[in-house]
C-alpha cells in the first residue's frame, strides 16, 4: 500500500543516536534443522528489552529450509515473522491457518500457549526472512493466543525525498502509521531500502531500545560501519532524539525500536515468563495438553 507522504511530518532528527555495539549473529539451526543467524540471542534480552530474539534466513539451498518446523509450543509472547522471498504454510491447534508469501508478515500472539507449525510450501528456489520475538507485559501474558496475516499490499510504503523507500510494519515513521500497533511495548519496525548515498532519519523516543539490522549492503551510524548481516545496538544517549543513517552503497535494512517493560525475563526454549515457578507452570500446562485450548 503506497503511502502519501506529507513533508510537514519528515521526522525530524537533531542529534542522531550512536553505535553502542556491533552484534555478529551465531550460526545455528532450529525447527527440523532450518539453518538461520540467530542475531538476537538470549544474552541481549535485558539490554534489547521488548524483544528476545531475532532470527534471519536465508538460502538457495532446499535443504536448508526444506523441512520447516513441525508442531511447536509458544507461551508468553509474540512472534513476528516477515518473509523477503518464498512461501511458508501456518497452521496451529487453535484452528488458525495462514500462507505466508513474498512480502508478507504473519503477527502472532501465543500468550497463554499455542501450539503450531510453520512448513515451507516450495521444494526448491529461495527462502529468505525474519523472525522476531515481541515480549508481552505481565498482564497479558495469560491473554488469548491470536494472530494476523498481513499481505504486502496492506503494508503502507513511502518513499523519503531522499530516496529511502521504507515499508512500516509496525509503529510509525515520517507520519506515515504501519501495519500494526500495540500500545504498551510501542514498537517500530520498519524495511528500509536506501540507494548509493541516501540517508534516512528516523525519529525515537529517547528512553526506547533500538537496534539496526544490515542485510543488504552496508551503512553507517554515526561514524560507525555497520556491515552486512551485522547489528548495530543503538545506545540511549542523554539529548538524542532518533537516528540517522547513511548508505555508502545500495543498501537493505530492519530498524526495530520498542518500549522497555523493566520486568523479569525468565525464558525457557519457546516459553518467556516473569518467574520460574510460572515457567513450571508453563511446562505442566503444555504436558497436560492445555494449550490452544
Sequence with gaps: MTATLNPNRADVVTVSRGVERVVTGQATSDGAGVKLTRVLTQS???RLDPF????????????????????????????????????MRHRDNAGHEGLLTNGSVQWMTAGRGIVHSELPEQEDGR??????????PARDKMRAPWYRDIA???????????????????????????????????????DVTL???????????????AFVYVYRGGVRIVGTEVAVQRMAILG?????????????????????????????????????????????????????GKFGA
Design 127 to 136: 527462502m529468505e526472512g525474519f523472525q522476531l520475538w515481541l515480549n508481552l
Design 52 to 87: 528476545l530474539l531475532l532470527d534471519a534466513f536465508g538460502t538457495d539451498d532446499p535443504q536448508d529450509y526444506i523441512a520447516g518446523f513441525p508442531n511447536h509450543p509458544h507461551r508468553g509472547f509474540e512472534t513476528i515473522t516477515y518473509m523477503i522471498a518464498g512461501r
Design 44 to 46: 541481549l534480552q535485558r
Design 152 to 190: 504486502p499490499a496492506e503494508i503502507p510504503e513511502f518513499t523519503t525525498a531522499e530516496g529511502a523507500q521504507v515499508k512500516v510494519i509496525a509503529g510509525a515513521s515520517h507520519g506515515v502509521a504501519g501495519a500494526m500497533q500495540r500500545e504498551v511495548t510501542e514498537p517500530v519496525y520498519l
Design 195 to 209: 540507494p548509493a548515498g541516501g540517508r534516512f532519519r528516523q525519529a525515537l523516543a529517547p528512553t526506547h531500545t
Design 236 to 288: 540511549n544517549e542523554p539529548g538524542t532524539d532518533g537516528v540517522e543513517i547513511f548508505a555508502p552503497v545500495e543498501s537493505r535494512i530492519l530498524v526495530i525500536a520498542g518500549k522497555p517493560l523493566h520486568e523479569p525475563i525468565a525464558p525457557y526454549g519457546p516459553f518467556v515468563m516473569n518467574t520460574q515457578e510460572e515457567i513450571f507452570q508453563t511446562v505442566r500446562d503444555y504436558q497436560a
